[in-house]
């Protein structure tokens, strides 16, 4: 998880120079992307921080902007032809590595007795 | 000396009607039944007798009004793949039938006991269910059904019967199997108007109803053991209760208390609104690659399991118990008659007790008698009582302990038999595996020693045959003598210890979403439809694009109001999460495939160089 929280944060970073860079160039059609990066970067940040400390509300922020980020990467590869496979991929892993069932319980966002963790036997002695 | 109290019971001198008397159940009703249990006779008197020929005409035998107990019984020639039925309610003109709507608002409106139906079954499941649901809804365009107008009618001519003199009965038989005496209560209603009158999933003229309450003998007096309800969706074991499980069973005094279902008229133990579903018949092939992929999901993926198939429509029976009760010392008692195998109507009627609407599935047809199913064939309820609830493995408890000790004497028997014959087996295969030994190292006893070898390896298989028969007896007599010793002391088993699926209401603390989510649960559907057409209107060449967003927007909005946001957010996370690894895939196959063998060979370096090491 704590990879995870180390992206966010860099991608609040990246967020925060990309708009600072974008509003200050004066370049009319970078404007509205620097601006987006601008509002997007606080939310990056708090959820970085929310999921160094396992924090619900992180991990619905973090999925909820991965299905934004995802769906519109999708859309813009399928329909469009002008995708950003860079946020694609790193919602990718964002969302394989937080969605299974071990890590939506350390973030108490699951409850073990509401699941079911047991797997099957891989002992031969139990196949006989 | 303190005498332990006597058992519940009635002495077993009680003649049949005594018995179905002492032990009749009493029925609650929901609020807004328009249909109790009536007597066949009246309700044959009022229908007309009909013959469906297989080559889809309907034929009148007997007209309305000429129809009487006797002639209904006479015996009819007819063709295979015809079917017998009565007509309640003859087929109705549409000035008829603003009639009978009309007048069944005006009986509801004086009626004493009135229906809210409450939280709405649509707000209960998610999209794909009220996406299954419309389905289903449609089949009934395609599918045989009765009209809604004939339930109108039914009631009206049911609630007009009633003032001609009301009555409540129950047809009530008495059987005798397996050492257990078996009290059978028929319960005939007129209609089953749950679909029409309780958005439930079917209407049918005539429905009837089933309690079983199994006594045993014990110091010259009959006592009751088991009660066994018939209801939606479940079988066996799992529809009887033992008569002091008080957790499910409500008694009042020697009655057991049914709570039947608005319109379905099923049987429940507790009152509450059970919710009933209705699957989807789902291709084979379909359904295996639904279970794969679950297995992909829950087990490649990690994610928790769905207990449920979203292909199914909710539907809810409600049976609250808030309506009339029916029963001795309730606001209205019972009527008995007695039935048996000598009663004509049970034995020699075998079609259907109303409409025949030719529905493939059945659920909109008539049923047949107590006595037969609607193919005419036996109905096991009736010659097997006890099979119905499973009871037919299980002896009277008195005999329980005798039984169960001769099976004890005998599984010590085999045991002692099995020690002799291990024994003895075993000597001979070590012996024969000497001699197997032996001839080893001599090519010329080839012959003998794959002879001997094949002999060995059988009487091998035999003995770890008779050592594993010992030792699953070990386990049967060690639960069996611990069952010994329990009822020796008096101790019975958990009275639910039989119980796979037990039917319970659904608690209404899961029910209390808010007033937006069942306005979202009513529109959401036909907004989604409209959005796919205003999108195809207004941005044609958007429309794929347009068509996924409005999806994943419907889907998580409606997350939020049925509080299943996080379960939502990830479902669709992760879906959204392997498209994208597809094109990910495609688009960057080579630098994959490339860093993936790279990354073999550095690992495969590595390990090669701890050998080294180590």
Known sequence: MTFVAVLAVGYAVYSLVYGILAVQSGDEDRLADGILHLVLAPGALTAGVGAFWLRPWAWALFMTWAVIGLTNQILRSLFFEDPDYLDMAINTFAVLALSPLEVQIAFGVRHTENVQLSRATRNPLDRH | MSSSPAPPGIPSTATDPELLRAFEPVVRFTSGEQFFPMDVERYVRSCSLWLYHPDDHDEQVIPEGALTMENLTEPRWASFGSVLYLRFIRPLSIEESARALASLQRLKRNQKYGFRTGLGRLARGGLVPRLVDALFSATLLLRGRVPKATAAAAAVDYAAMQEGGEKYVYHGRVVRQGGWTICQYWFFFAYNNWRSGFHGVNDHESDWELVNIYLYEQDRRLVPEWVAYASHDFHGADLRRRWDDRSD??????????????????????????????????????????????????????????????????????????????????????????????????????????????????GENAPAGPMYNRDGSPRPSWFDPLGFAELDKLPPPPLELELLETECATLVARQEELDCLIAREAETLQQLGIRLESMEGNPHLAAQHEKLGKQVAELAARVKALRREHSENEGVLDGMTRRLERLRAGRRDDPRSHIRHAAEPVPPAHMRFSRAAEIWAAASLSLLLIGLVALIEFAPEDAWAGVVILLIALVLGESILRATFVRTVNRVAVILALVATVILLVHFWKPVLFGALIALAAFLILQRVREFRA
């Open chain 2, 249 to 362: 069973l409500a008694l009042e005094g020697l009655h057991p208390v049914v709570h039947a279902g608005a319109g379905s008229h099923a049987s429940y133990f507790t009152p509450g609104e059970y919710q009933a579903e209705v699957p989807l018949p789902i291709p084979e092939r379909i359904r295996q690659a639904m279970e794969a992929l679950a297995r992909f999901w829950s087990r490649t993926l990690g994610q928790a399991g769905d207990r449920q198939s979203p292909f199914r429509a909710p539907f809810i029976d409600f049976a609250r118990g808030d309506g009339l009760s029916v029963g001795p010392g309730q606001e209205q008692e019972w009527t008995p008659d007695s039935i048996d195998e000598k009663t004509p109507w049970v034995t020699a009627y075998r079609g259907l007790w109303g409409l025949y609407a030719q529905d493939p599935i059945s």
